[in-house]
């Protein structure tokens, strides 16, 4: 195994399990020993199309002939028809690629702090929720309402709010003239899995158009199809002005983007940029995904999260340790009443990885293209490692 090399040379940032993955197939992937897994992480929400994607895989490869990364000096046709795209299947009209979660969130908050100083130079508070996940980067740890990720790094930047989600008295008492944006996750990913109310978005909705102020969504860990639609604030009955998206966008290969209506799309040349983000590599493999999805991967994910969601149900009832299942299709938190790091070592013992979210909150986010046979795997081997 490489893990001596990655101990004494890479930045001990990651706590990492003692298995060295070298391939995947489908759903499952494959360790250095030959041991093979189910995989209900897809590296963290990113492997839309599981490993070794026939269609995936033929369309870099041809792209990787061609041409890979050019700068957003020049134009590509890739990222021609990727931003085309998105912007006919979605509510919004223009499109920033990057190349993380965190960028495109960087993105969003200097296009909020732009928007509000057109209309005042105090117009600059940005309001997000508690339990929050944003990024790393320091404006989006800003915006990230956690204590824990932040304290090594204060003073994070000025000009941040944090409240508590689903509380409306909260929200309306925090709102004024000086906020030019509300940001908030409709399913907080590393927080839990934990689902905004129908209301409270509405009443966000309703706050920020009486204080013109931008209603952002950070979709990067609830988008591109995983909770039964493209983008998940569709299922509320929002629209928000502006989502950030990433993670299963490019179905392993890294490509991000900020979306946003017309009237809010204040940045202009010289005011951002990336040298990565957009390129044709990653544009490829953004088309491919949005191409899929409308080619039945989103009917087969709604009917196959369905399932999931039932199983889960039927699990919660013949377990006394399961408190609650949250979460939407593909997309599942289930809070237990003791940690789950032993539940989630006996999975891997059996053949599965899973990861958690918090002490108490195992999370599945598998790839978006599981069946049902491995749906029923993942259960057998969940309720033998629970029970």
């Not at 299947?89 to 296009?111: H, Q, W």
């Not at 909150?361 to 749906?375: A, C, D, G, M, S």
Request: aromatic letters at 6%; one cysteine or more; charged letters at 20%.
């Amino acid at each position: 195994m490489n893990k001596h090399k990655i101990d004494e040379n890479l930045l001990q940032t990651y706590g990492q399990y003692d298995i060295e993955i070298e391939s995947g197939n489908g759903c499952y992937v494959t360790d250095a020993n030959g041991k093979t897994y189910l995989d209900m992480v897809a590296g963290i929400a990113v492997n839309a199309l599981g490993y070794n994607h026939p269609i995936l895989t033929h369309a870099l490869t041809k792209q990787i002939q061609k041409v890979t990364q050019i700068s957003n000096f020049y134009y590509s046709k890739p990222q021609a028809e990727a931003c085309e795209k998105l912007v006919k299947m979605t509510d919004f009209d223009r499109v920033f690629f990057c190349s993380t979660g965190t960028e495109a969130n960087e993105a969003v908050i200097k296009l909020a702090r732009k928007y509000g100083k057109q209309t005042s130079p105090e117009k600059y508070t940005i309001v997000s929720m508690h339990n929050s996940f944003h990024g790393r980067t320091l404006g989006a740890l800003s915006a990230t309402g956690q204590k824990k990720y932040q304290a090594p790094f204060v003073p994070v930047v000025d000009g941040f709010k944090w409240i508590t989600m689903n509380n409306s008295q909260e929200l309306e008492a925090t709102m004024n003239e000086n906020v030019c944006a509300v940001m908030i996750e409709v399913i907080q990913g590393e927080g839990g899995v934990k689902p905004a109310q129908v209301e409270y978005l509405k009443a966000i909705r309703k706050l920020c158009d009486k204080y013109d102020a931008l209603f952002i969504i950070d979709e990067v860990q609830t988008g591109v199809g995983r909770t039964g639609s493209l983008f998940a604030y569709s299922q509320f009955g929002i629209i928000p002005d502006a989502i950030t998206t990433a993670k299963g966008l490019g179905a392993g290969i890294p490509v991000a983007a900020m979306l946003c209506k017309e009237k809010f799309a204040v940045l202009e040349k010289g005011d951002h940029g990336t040298t990565f983000g957009g390129n044709p590599l990653s544009t490829t493999a953004l088309n491919v995904v949005l191409d899929e999805l409308e080619n039945g991967l989103q009917d087969h994910i709604n009917e196959v999260g369905t399932y999931l969601e039932d199983k889960l149900e039927a699990l919660k009832q013949s377990s006394p340790i399961i408190k609650e299942i949250r979460g939407k299709k593909l997309m599942q938190g289930i809070e237990l009443t003791v940690s789950v790091a032993p539940i989630i070592e006996k999975c891997m013992e059996k053949g599965m990885l899973i990861i958690g979210a918090g002490e108490k909150v195992l999370r599945l986010l598998p790839p978006l293209i599981i069946t049902k046979e491995e749906i029923d795997i993942a259960i057998n081997i969940l309720e033998e490692a629970i029970n």
